[in-house]
């Protein structure tokens, strides 16, 4: 009896490890935001997924989402955002990160990103995110720093004026661990 | 020479009678959308992530690593290395992850032909605005001060100029036009935005290209017989105005709302 006891604390013990160890992504806003001398643009999409692993002190997330779920509000404007991404070739920005399990209950959660989109895959190190807690899940939010020039996109122009370089992207994601 | 004019403006508007009910309408099916799947009410209601506190003070922290990105093929599903989840977990559908050459193809075509159809349309504000300023010059003058005074006839020069800009404002109207008609539409996608006003007031400045100059053309016919200018040739003046209204008003509307910051740098 006392050794089918220990037996069930164990098991219990694993299964709640095994639970923490793996995280699903279940809301998120994912917004982009490009800057011309007349224009202020910004497109945004809900429509990420994502998974988390955690094992042996480390833990790797993937999160991608489709090109043609952001919205700008103007279906014109977008068109063109995925003609210039590439986006039919490369319907989706996918981002993986490798970190440290215990960075997950820091208040700044500092990543290295590894991201693919337009055909191109570019490195970010040391991107700071908040780390807010609500109950059981984690919101995760933050701003990478991209540019057009890492992915090599041909910045679009109006009246002959490029937008600029900068094309920051902003992201709240709320992660629920399984 | 008035007669050589008006058959100038006559040949002018076969070619445009036969260019503009089809430009009118397909103008206006070409309005160009797209798929989404948030709203912008959505959009609206979010609030705005917060900004990282060290990328401000360490903004050299998260710069990208290297420089010259790696080019990748078409995307497929990496098989998953280890722990490492992969992108077949997630659960999307293999429509959305797979790549579409021939869709890519139609987006570059489109994006290729609406620049076009911007550049026209910019350039056509020019002999739309001339026509405008020299029609002062193609219209009998009346002496207030006289009344009952035989009305000035404009001089030929004056006539003809006016007709010439207007005629080369219809014709790369209609080039401007055909750049949207021919470029080619992204199935599954709905008009939102700046896109649908730009699109609908082609309903307006379409049927006003059209009217415009046959309007022209029968006042100076009018002139020509030493007649008063009456009935809907009479009107010439407020289509020509309600056309070059609504043109401007499609030209803003496409790039609106416009944030003016010209003294920032790039």
Redesign the interface.
Known sequence: MKSLGVILLVATAVASAHAQNQWTLTQSSITWHITHPVHEVEGTSHAAKGKGNCSAGTCDFLIAVPLNTFSSGDTNRDLHMLQTVRGAQFPMVVVRTHLPQSELTAPTVHADLEIQFAGQTAHYSNVPFTRTQHGADVEIAGTIPATCSDFKIDRPSFLTIPIHNEIPVKVDLTWHPQ | MRTITVQRCATALTGLLLLSPFAVAQSAATA?????????S??AA??????????QSA?Q??????SA????T??TTPPAQG?????S????SQE??????Q??A???Q??HD?KVHQTLGLITLAPLVATIAVSGGATQKHDRNTPGATPVEPSSAGVDLHAALGSTTVAMYAATAWYAIRAPK?PG???????RL?RDLVWIHGPGMVLTPILGAMALHQENNNEKIHGIASAHAVVAWTTVLAYTASAVS??WP?????W?H?
């Not at chain 2, 996608?189 to 896109?195: L, N, R, V």
């Open positions: 160009t959308p797209i798929t989404t799947t948030a709203s912008s959505e959009i979010l609030p705005d992530a917060p900004v990282p506190v060290a990328s903004p922290a998260s710069q990208p690593q290297t990105p790696q080019q990748s078409p995307q722990n490492q989840p992969s992108l977990d997630l659960g999307f959305q992850t797979q790549a579409n050459a869709l890519q139609r987006l570059n489109r994006t609406l992204i996608t709905k008009p939102k935005g700046a896109i730009h496409i790039s416009l944030h003016l910051k010209f920032e790039q």
